[in-house]
């Protein structure tokens, strides 16, 4: 089985602030997933990575995908109460069977207005 | 509106009751998966699907069981639950191949098994 390490966990800052979570494995991955889950939801998908090095940005949101497929990251510019909740990483990948995704532990954002 | 709805949202049951949670997709799409989350543990894949009356173990599939008669429905079966199963679940579904397609998820069945 894949592993994805999301750090920090938790993470709670002030208004304006700037963040970065990071996702990393020691296995490559063919495509890199970022969700964001609120109370009460599932998950809904903010970005998908295919290539190494991609960045893409989404508004105030900043995605990366490591040269080497193995990592990833998410930075945020300027949080924002709406911000808040959980940011998860899939790491896509081909098994015997089809394809998976691996989902990381998480990282819970609160951001204090 | 494209959705994957879940029944029930919240389940308390006791331990070796046989219970069923459903899933259905509107989208046509041909993957469908379950998943359990646990703090710390974020999702982990319990079983998938990638169409009709093809089934395939996840990371965590003891304890489960699924069926996919249809393309649409994909339910989630525990023959006798025990507190270890108590967790969110979520179902998802894709089109073929999760990998760089998106995975639209229900809202979640918060289970308890005293």
């Known amino acids: 089985t894949q592993l994805l390490e999301q750090s920090p966990q938790f993470l709670s800052i002030q208004e304006g602030e700037n963040l970065t979570v990071y996702c990393n494995s020691s296995?490559?991955?063919?495509?890199l997933q970022w969700y964001r889950q609120e109370p009460g939801e599932g998950p809904v998908l903010l970005v998908t990575?295919?290539?190494?090095?991609e960045v893409k940005k989404l508004k105030r949101l900043t995605f990366q995908f490591g040269d080497a497929r193995k990592d990833s990251s998410l930075h945020i510019t300027a949080a924002q109460p709406g911000d808040t909740g959980l940011y998860l990483c899939?790491?896509?990948?081909?098994?015997?069977?089809?394809?998976?995704?691996?989902f990381g532990g998480g990282t819970r954002l609160m951001v204090k207005p | 509106e494209a959705q994957v709805t879940q029944n029930p949202r919240y389940l308390i049951t006791v331990t070796g009751k046989k219970l069923t949670v459903t899933c259905s997709q509107n989208?046509?799409?041909?993957?469908m998966s379950w998943y359990r989350q646990d703090p710390g543990l974020g999702l982990r894949q319990i079983y998938y699907?990638?169409?009709?009356?093809?089934?395939d173990k996840g990371d965590v599939p003891e304890g489960y069981k699924v069926s996919r008669k249809e393309k649409r429905n994909f339910p989630l079966i525990l023959e006798s639950p025990s507190p270890n199963q108590t967790s969110l679940y979520f179902c998802?579904?894709?089109?073929?191949?999760?990998?760089?397609?998106?995975?639209?998820f229900g809202q979640g069945t918060r289970l308890t098994v005293v």
């Open positions: 998802a579904s894709s089109l073929l191949g999760a990998m760089n397609t998106e995975a639209f």
């Open positions: 296995s490559v991955f063919s495509s």
């Open positions: 990575v295919v290539t190494g090095g």
């Open positions: 899939a790491g896509g990948a081909y098994n015997n069977a089809g394809n998976m995704l691996t």
């Open positions: 989208m046509n799409h041909e993957y």
């Open positions: 699907s990638m169409n009709v009356e093809v089934t």
